[in-house]
């Protein structure tokens, strides 16, 4: 069975850049362009990984997170934020976030955390 990922993400670029990178490593994407439809989505799909933006309309990531752990806190969640918003990042890590990227990222540590969080924990 092909690992799923739920990418979440507003901005349609970064939706494009995240598939671009995950899918050459061999993964499914579902995506989802605010919070609202991530959590949806996530109930629905049950994804191995969930890489979400933090700063969205309708439904920000935190309230998300907040959802998606009330839901099943066994999916793992990375939290993507750009530099400044070190009290969202805190916040996230208190919901249960288990990593951050900072944007803009290297393809390189999206695929380091496919690794950790797929690869070696056999998710």
Same mark, same amino acid.
């Given at each position: 069975?092909?690992?799923?990922?739920?990418?979440?993400?507003?901005?349609?670029?970064?939706? /494009?850049?995240?598939?671009?990178?995950?899918?050459?490593?061999?993964?499914?994407?579902?995506?989802?362009?605010?919070?609202?439809?991530?959590?949806?989505?996530?109930?629905?799909?049950?994804?191995?990984?969930?890489?979400?933006?933090?700063?969205?309309?309708? /439904?920000?990531?935190?309230?998300?997170?907040?959802?998606?752990?009330?839901?099943?806190?066994?999916?793992?969640?990375?939290?993507?934020?750009?530099?400044?918003?070190?009290?969202?990042?805190?916040e996230a890590g208190r919901l249960g976030a288990k990593d951050f990227i900072v944007k803009p990222f290297k393809d390189k540590e999206i695929e380091e955390v496919l690794n950790c969080f797929l690869?070696?924990?056999?998710?």
């Amino acid at each position: 069975m092909n690992k799923t990922i739920l990418i979440v993400d507003d901005a349609v670029f970064m939706r /494009m850049k995240l598939k671009k990178i995950i899918e050459a490593s061999g993964y499914q994407i579902i995506e989802a362009k605010d919070g609202l439809q991530a959590f949806e989505l996530f109930k629905e799909h049950k994804p191995n990984l969930v890489i979400m933006d933090i700063s969205m309309p309708e /439904m920000d990531g935190l309230t998300s997170l907040r959802y998606m752990m009330e839901h099943d806190n066994s999916i793992p969640v990375i939290m993507c934020s750009a530099i400044g918003q070190e009290s969202k990042i805190l916040e996230a890590g208190r919901l249960g976030a288990k990593d951050f990227i900072v944007k803009p990222f290297k393809d390189k540590e999206i695929e380091e955390v496919l690794n950790c969080f797929l690869e070696e924990n056999g998710r």
